[in-house]
């Protein structure tokens, strides 16, 4: 299976702050890569598809690059609805995996 | 307005059996794929099984091959996850989410139902 490693895994940080979240691939998956955004209590929301492609409808602040092994989610400017748990996810084999996520929480 | 609807689930032994179920509403759920993804309480992410909308190829994580089966009704507009030989390590809240945008399986997902809760105790 290919393992999606995701780092910071808590990430503290003030409303306006640039952010930053890496995820990497233990083997190399192209561009099939996928984040979402979870809330507590609430389910994943799709934010991007294709490492790069932002999903209908989600702020210009996000947005994503990488290929290969290694992928960056940034959102610009960080908004009080933005705090949040944030998952990798690959979908280059039939075994889809996820990042163990991230935590975006209030500095 | 896309609406996935998950139900079925509960409090049931180890051992025992459960089916959950996911009503689907507001697109063409022949034509998509569809997926059951899985949250343990306090951590993240696990996909469990898929099944393509083109043909109905199913598709399982090693953790649950042999013991859950995925199957879709497309007159009821309804995906199913039957669950046996459940075990203590399977209690999670079950999203039903759907393939991104009809692609084949491997796929993200676009749209995930609210969850439902199994809890695998004695």
């Known amino acids: 299976d290919i393992q999606m490693t995701q780092s910071p895994s808590t990430l503290s940080a003030s409303v306006g702050d640039r952010v930053t979240i890496t995820c990497r691939a233990s083997?190399?998956?192209?561009?099939?890569l996928a984040w979402y955004q979870q809330k507590p209590g609430k389910a994943p929301k799709f934010l991007i598809y294709k490492a790069s492609s932002l999903e209908s409808g989600v702020p210009s602040r996000f947005s994503g690059s990488g290929s290969g092994t290694e992928f960056t989610l940034t959102i610009s400017s960080l908004q009080p609805d933005d705090f949040a748990t944030y998952y990798c996810q690959q979908y280059n084999s039939y075994f889809l995996t996820f990042g163990g996520g991230t935590k975006v929480e209030i500095k | 307005e896309v609406q996935l609807l998950e139900s079925g689930g509960g409090l049931v032994q180890p051992g025992g059996s459960l089916r959950l179920s996911c009503a689907a509403s507001g697109f063409t759920f022949s034509t998509y794929g569809m997926s059951w993804v899985r949250q343990a309480p306090g951590k993240g992410l696990e996909w469990v099984s898929a099944i393509s909308g083109s043909d109905g190829s199913t598709y399982y994580a090693d953790s649950v091959k042999g013991r859950f089966t995925i199957s879709r009704d497309n007159s009821k507009n309804t995906l199913y996850l039957q669950m046996n030989s459940l075990r203590a390590e399977d209690t999670a809240v079950y999203y039903c989410?759907?393939?991104?945008?009809?692609?084949?399986?491997?796929?993200?997902?676009?749209?995930w139902g609210q969850g439902t809760l199994v809890t695998v105790s004695s």
């Open positions: 083997q190399s998956i192209s561009t099939w």
């Open positions: 989410a759907s393939g991104y945008s009809g692609y084949d399986f491997p796929f993200p997902f676009d749209y």
